[in-house]
């Protein structure tokens, strides 16, 4: 059985930091490509960030230069490190692996950020 399990998030003032972890099992996590969406009230889901299996990286702009995915192939974790977060930051924040030659996508539960002073 494919779990994704995020964790990290919580309620941080402007400027401050998270970073969110998110635990894959049950796949060949090496090989998929690993994705950070985030889901604002009333919003449509936004892809945030990607890293691939030979680790490319892409960002939406709204967050170049502030977050940072990374991954740890032994661990079977994918992390997103949020610095200077702006309250438009806040949304439910979901992992996704995907793997495009078997055609599989798995999806975390999700964890909420929230950024307010």
């Known amino acids: 059985q494919v779990q994704l399990v995020e964790s990290g998030g919580g309620l941080v003032q402007p400027g401050e930091s998270l970073r969110l972890s998110c635990a894959a099992s049950?796949?060949?996590?090496?090989?998929?490509?690993l994705d950070w969406y985030r889901q604002a009230p009333g919003k449509q889901r936004e892809l945030v960030a990607t890293?691939?299996?030979?680790?490319?990286?892409n960002y939406v702009d709204s967050v170049k230069g502030r977050f940072t995915i990374s991954r740890d192939n032994a661990k079977n974790t994918v992390y997103l490190q949020m610095n200077s977060l702006k309250p438009e930051d806040t949304a439910v924040y979901y992992c996704?692996?995907?793997?495009?030659?078997?055609?599989?996508?798995?999806w975390g539960q999700g964890t909420q950020v929230t950024v307010s002073s």
């Open positions: 049950g796949i060949i996590f090496s090989i998929y490509t």
């Open positions: 996704n692996a995907e793997n495009t030659m078997f055609r599989r996508s798995y």
């Open positions: 890293i691939t299996s030979g680790g490319s990286l």
